[in-house]
């Protein structure tokens, strides 16, 4: 299954395209409503649009490190911290088996701000 997500929200759309790593890159794009397409929409941050990004962007092996780094009840926050550090994008270059490594070493990798040797 392949997606993308869309906002009407200019804020959230640069917030979330500013990941530190050279200047954030905003598409905008017309739509004409398709009936035959499935979407899902989330008016509000919710447990349900939670699960939603950490199933399909951020996969279980992020929600192992979600669970294991929140502290109770800001898990959407911890979320955005990891999706916004370094270990997102590492996990994200093809060009390594990064994804693949052991959840224990990504996760303390993460918590320490670095790849650890």
């Not at 640069?14 to 954030?24: D, F, L, M, T, Y």
């Not at 649009?49 to 669970?67: P, Q």
């Not at 270990?87 to 088996?97: E, L, R, V």
């Amino acid at each position: 299954m392949w997606g993308f997500y869309c906002s009407n929200n200019m804020q959230q759309a640069i917030r979330w395209a500013n990941r530190g790593i050279g200047e954030p890159i905003i598409n905008y794009y017309d739509y004409n409503l398709n009936d035959n397409l499935k979407i899902l929409k989330f008016p509000e941050i919710s447990d349900e649009w939670l699960d939603f990004i950490a199933e399909c962007r951020i996969g279980k092996l992020y929600s192992i490190m979600i669970e294991d780094c929140a502290e109770s009840g800001d898990e959407v926050k911890e979320l955005m911290k990891i999706f916004c550090s370094f270990i997102s994008d590492a996990i994200s270059n093809f060009n390594s088996d990064l994804y693949y490594q052991n959840p224990d070493y990504l996760e303390w990798s993460y918590r320490e701000g670095k790849l650890l040797e």
